[in-house]
């Protein structure tokens, strides 16, 4: 076959499908692959290459935890999601997940604390509370203040991110999804009893849309009027001056609610070092105009906070890295159907803590998208509760 002919069928492949997914992030990959497995003809676009640095998927490792701070109704979701990253590991041969504990510093009064005790004693899960002299004896790497406690939780853990895409990446294709990167979406709209999708290549029809567009949400959907705002968050990754205390098995993933603001870290891994990130703070922008590059200030501010709570990790940097946050006024994930047009299902707005639900939401946006509904507990994540032309 000529090279004219292998590229005319590539064009009329990638104009077909059951389900179109817009955006090839961790959660559309996720979908793509629910939906590929129960035997749908998937087409993904993505207008930036695999493992692209521009949006919220990249990077080594994300948390997984169960004892959830942000409410009680996440836990089914993500006691699902631990199963399904199971049976995706052992369906790609990949290592996608570590168990390491997780710890979670504050007041008493923290959210943090008392958020994450609620989802424990409500759903039964197992953990600890520890005053500052026990956090300090069992986990010497951490300086506890006198008048913080710690909640300590068993199935916390590491997820390494872009082996969960890549493992994502290669269900799909291996159930016949087909995925096509450089390939910029410009709209769509109803046509029948379908969806049509302009493209960067031309149009597309296909019967079903998902909408997976992370921080370009805001603009994809932008007629539904949904309250997302974009931020950029900085990461930065330090080699501790005594990598013994920062080891897996001697320190697990942890969570600061501390006066300086909400941070999250990891444990030391190879290519890694000690990984530190702020939560809840971060320049407004958009995924277009994010500012990529890192001040010396920034970074300056990140290992000042590190030093003052863990003393020994804040050695030398290794890198910072910055990431975009989507986030909804309440800080929980937005996930449904379109009001008007119920061929088109969306996700979004993960607002920082998303990664870890990615194969359930992959699930739930496959239900929606075919059956219009799930039996997933995904009733507090509808669109409806923004006031906005969800009705």
């Given amino acids: ?216 949400t805001p603009e994809v959907l932008a007629s539904l009027g949904l309250p997302l705002t974009v931020r950029r968050v900085l990461v930065v990754h330090v080699e501790p001056r005594r990598r013994e205390l920062f080891e897996l098995g001697q320190l697990p993933i942890f969570l600061l609610d501390v006066p300086e603001g909400e941070y999250y870290g990891f444990p030391w891994l190879p290519e890694q070092g000690v990984k530190f990130g702020r939560h809840d703070d971060g320049e407004a922008c958009t995924a277009e105009t994010a500012r990529r590059e890192v001040r010396d200030d920034e970074i300056a501010h990140m290992l000042a906070v590190l030093g003052r709570y863990l003393p020994e990790a804040a050695g030398s940097v290794l890198m910072p890295v910055t990431c975009l946050y989507t986030m909804t006024p309440d800080g929980h994930f937005v996930l449904d159907r379109h009001p008007e047009w119920p061929h088109v299902a969306f996700a979004g707005g993960f607002s920082g803590h998303g990664f870890k639900f990615a194969p359930v939401i992959g699930e739930a946006l496959a239900d929606l998208a075919i059956e219009g509904r799930s039996e997933l507990p995904i009733g507090f994540l509808g669109a409806g509760r923004f006031g906005t032309r969800h009705q």
């Fill in 1 to 216: 076959m000529d090279a004219g002919s292998e590229q005319r069928k590539g064009y009329r492949q990638m104009h077909s499908a059951d389900v179109v997914i817009v955006g090839l992030g961790i959660m559309g990959t996720a979908a793509a692959a629910a939906l590929a497995r129960r035997g749908h003809r998937v087409l993904g676009l993505e207008q930036y290459p695999p493992f692209h640095t521009r949006g919220s998927s990249h990077g080594k490792t994300r948390i997984i935890r169960e004892a959830y701070f942000e409410s009680p109704e996440y836990v089914p979701l993500v006691q699902r999601a631990y199963v399904l990253w199971e049976e995706l590991a052992e369906r790609t041969g990949r290592t996608l997940l570590r168990v390491t504990g997780g710890i979670s510093l504050g007041r008493p009064e923290s959210p943090f604390i008392t958020g994450a005790r609620e989802s424990a004693l409500r759903h039964g899960l197992a953990h600890e509370l520890l005053d500052a002299a026990e956090a300090r004896k069992r986990f010497p790497a951490l300086r506890v203040p006198d008048d913080f406690v710690a909640l300590l939780e068993g199935r916390a853990g590491i997820l390494f991110a872009e082996e969960c895409w890549r493992a994502f990446i290669d269900d799909a294709v291996a159930h016949g999804a087909r995925l096509h990167f450089g390939v910029r979406v410009t709209g769509f709209a109803l046509e029948g009893s379908g969806v049509a999708i302009e493209t960067s290549e031309g149009a597309i029809r296909a019967e079903r849309l998902v909408v997976t567009a992370g921080p370009w």
